[in-house]
């Protein structure tokens, strides 16, 4: 049972290049999130989805884009990648925040230089 | 907006002490505190507290929620090296369905 799986877990781009990253699950949970977390920030929420087709905007949304056209895959797009964007990103999902905790994926190292 | 703190934001102690961390939150609609241990990569689980009072316990770790103060604690006894990772604590917003993190306080556990 793989959980959650994060594609690519390192990656450097250049500033003003474009990419996605990648977060699928296979427990089938509803609900999905895309954090950041930087030195002495803990965890950022970024945008979150409550099921297929949904999405909705985190703390620090700006600069990001997402999509949920499957349920079991949610993805983060960075149009036109910023030095500002440089973090470690993870992606959870969660079955109910009421009934069971979220779950993890092991992150994606990005650096934009 | 809903809000996590966590204090202290670091904390160095000597191998067999007992420390507490704390989480204070302000969540609409809020259902569930949860406490995570993240060491080098993803963050894994420990508690999830719904009821005020309630200890929930496992191994040296112990936890409790007080949900008229707006605050949960998390307890270490006599620690060990291994114990040494970043502690964070979430407030599940049940309306919106979302998790808000703390910044997390960095426990380091010295020999």
């Known amino acids: 049972n793989a959980g959650v799986t994060q594609t690519p877990k390192f990656r450097v781009l250049k500033t003003g290049q474009s990419m996605t990253l990648l977060c699928a699950q296979d427990m089938n949970h509803e609900y999905m999130y895309w954090y950041r977390q930087d030195p002495g920030m803990g965890l950022r929420l970024i945008h979150y989805s409550v099921g297929e087709g949904t999405t909705a905007k985190g703390e620090v949304p700006d600069g990001y884009n997402v999509s949920r056209l499957k349920k079991q895959n949610f993805l983060l797009g960075l149009e036109s990648a910023a030095p500002s964007q440089t973090s470690v990103y993870f992606c959870?999902?969660?079955?109910?925040?009421?009934?069971?905790?979220?779950?993890f994926g092991q992150g994606t190292r990005l650096t934009v230089v | 907006e809903d809000k996590v703190v966590q204090s202290p934001l670091s904390l160095v102690v000597h191998e067999g002490d007992t420390v507490t961390l704390n989480c204070s939150y302000e969540?609409?609609?809020?259902?569930?505190l949860l406490w995570y241990k993240q060491e080098k990569k993803a963050p894994t689980f420990l508690f999830m507290l719904?009821?005020?009072?309630i200890e929930k316990k496992s191994g040296r770790l112990s936890s409790i929620l007080d949900k008229k103060e707006l605050f949960s604690i998390l307890n270490i006894t006599a620690t060990q090296t291994g114990d040494s990772a970043v502690y964070l604590c979430a407030g599940g917003n049940q309306g919106a369905q979302k998790l808000v993190f703390g910044q997390g306080t960095r426990l380091t556990i010295n020999p």
């Open positions: 959870a999902s969660s079955y109910s925040v009421g009934v069971r905790e979220a779950f």
């Open positions: 969540v609409t609609n809020f259902r569930s």
């Open positions: 719904t009821s005020s009072g």
